[in-house]
């Protein structure tokens, strides 16, 4: 990654990310697309940082309204910008199938996300829809000044006083989420550190988390680039493409092999 300043904007270049397959992919639910002179524009949100960003071409970037330590401290780390995903792509790329996928979207990259704020989403994402898991989580936002609430602030919450989320079933899981948290019975960040599988059963010990959510925190909000989220788009491709299994010299790097696959195999079913 190389930038420089210029007056309240910094200026990136980096080759590997694309705003629209990143920002808009199903991994995290905050950031909004809106209208600019740029190629694209995005408003979003880490936790409670917010940022205005813009892709002016092919690897350049506009972070609007920021400093260079928040970029340092806040944005290289959530854009993963301290990865090689050149390098990994060329490895991805030994395989036929994930070549292709590499090549119809070079521009993913992992979102380092809180990892409370990551598990919340995917409780809501269950049988559920983008637009419709934006829409839940705005409305939680909302409520809190347009920040995401911590588990202390939701700590009074229960399923009637959650209705306003039109949330369905998954209040209860929400509630349940908290509950655990607040009381020490789940520590996130001890759980981010556990050999994999003692953290997927530790996570599962949420109700409402099952092994396709317990997945999806581990990656996109604890990091673990090992754990693999499988949905129906993923079932798709294994049964497909890797009936024998999943290629074992990926497997350390499999989270993220997947976000390339899910793009590609949900695009081509269009």
Same mark, same amino acid.
């Given at each position: 990654m190389d930038y420089k300043i210029?007056?309240?904007?910094?200026? /990136?270049?980096?080759?590997?990310?694309?705003l629209d397959e990143t920002l808009d992919c199903g991994q995290a !639910?905050?950031?909004?697309?809106? =209208?600019s002179d740029y190629e694209c524009t995005y408003t979003g949100s880490f936790f409670n940082d917010r940022l205005t960003v813009s892709q002016t071409g092919r690897g350049d970037f506009i972070f609007h309204d920021t400093?260079?330590?928040?970029?340092?401290?806040?944005?290289?780390d959530y854009f993963d910008f301290n990865?090689? $995903?050149?390098?990994?792509?060329?490895? !991805?790329?030994?395989d036929e199938t994930l070549s292709k996928a590499c090549e119809y979207a070079g521009g993913i990259?992992?979102?380092?996300?809180n990892s409370w704020e990551c598990l919340i989403s995917f409780i809501i994402s269950q049988n559920n829809n983008i637009p419709r898991i934006k829409g839940i989580i705005d409305r939680l936002c909302e409520k809190y000044n347009e920040d995401f609430p911590s588990p202390e602030q939701l700590s009074g919450e229960d399923p009637d006083s959650l209705s306003y989320l039109r949330s369905g079933f998954r209040a209860k899981y929400i509630c349940?989420?908290? =509950?655990? /948290?607040?009381?020490? *019975?789940?520590?996130?960040?001890?759980?981010?550190?556990? @050999?994999i599988d003692e953290a997927r059963a530790a996570l599962k010990r949420i109700k409402g988390v099952g092994p396709k959510v317990a997945e999806c925190v581990l990656l996109f909000g604890m990091y673990?680039?090992?754990? !693999?989220?499988? *949905? /129906?788009?993923?079932?798709?491709?294994?049964?497909? $493409?890797? @009936?024998?299994? !999943? @290629?074992?010299?990926? =497997?350390? $790097?499999?989270?993220?092999?997947q976000q390339y696959l899910f793009h590609y195999i949900r695009n081509l079913s269009e």
């Open positions: 210029s007056g309240n904007d910094i200026i /990136v270049h980096e080759a590997d990310l694309d !639910f905050r950031w909004k697309k809106v =209208s400093t260079e330590e928040e970029l340092l401290k806040k944005w290289v990865t090689d $995903y050149t390098e990994l792509k060329k490895m !991805f790329s030994e990259r992992l979102l380092r996300q349940d989420a908290v =509950s655990k /948290v607040n009381s020490g *019975d789940i520590d996130l960040k001890a759980v981010s550190a556990m @050999p673990r680039i090992e754990a !693999f989220p499988v *949905d /129906v788009w993923i079932k798709r491709v294994l049964a497909e $493409y890797y @009936p024998g299994g !999943f @290629p074992e010299y990926i =497997s350390g $790097y499999a989270g993220i092999a």
